[in-house]
């Protein structure tokens, strides 16, 4: 079973920066594809960015250039940076993690950016 534990969110002004982090319990972390996806008030949940384990990164339109995943396979941690946030960007951030075709997801954690 692996657990995933999000933090990092918060509130912050249109322009700044936040580092999302999530960790991860479980042995299988080296091994799997782990992503960051969203989910903003009234809307459906999308997808903002992945890292496999090689590692490759890809990123939705919406968020490329601006944010950065990354992965510290010692810490069983990944990170999303977020620079230039826009107020459309507020929303649940959920860490993700698929390995050998099972999804595993976390809590969430809230990002609010104000305008």
């Keep these: 079973q692996v657990q ?3 933090s990092g969110g918060g509130l912050v002004r249109a322009g700044g920066s936040l580092r999302l982090s999530c ?3 479980g042995s299988i972390f ?3 594809t782990l992503g960051w996806y969203r989910r ?3 809307k459906e949940r999308e997808w903002v960015a992945t890292i496999t384990s090689r ?5 939705a339109d919406s ?3 601006r944010f950065t995943i990354s992965r510290d396979n010692s810490k069983n941690t990944v990170y999303l940076q977020m620079n230039s946030l826009k ?3 507020t929303a649940v951030y959920y860490c993700n993690c698929v390995y050998r075709g099972t999804w595993y997801w976390g809590q969430g954690t809230q990002v609010t950016v104000s305008a």
């Design 63 to 65: 968020v490329k250039g």
């Design 23 to 25: 960790a991860a319990s």
């Design 4 to 6: 995933l534990v999000e």
């Design 40 to 42: 903003a008030p009234g």
């Design 55 to 59: 590692p490759t990164t890809n990123y």
């Design 30 to 32: 080296s091994g799997a």
């Design 87 to 89: 107020p459309e960007d």
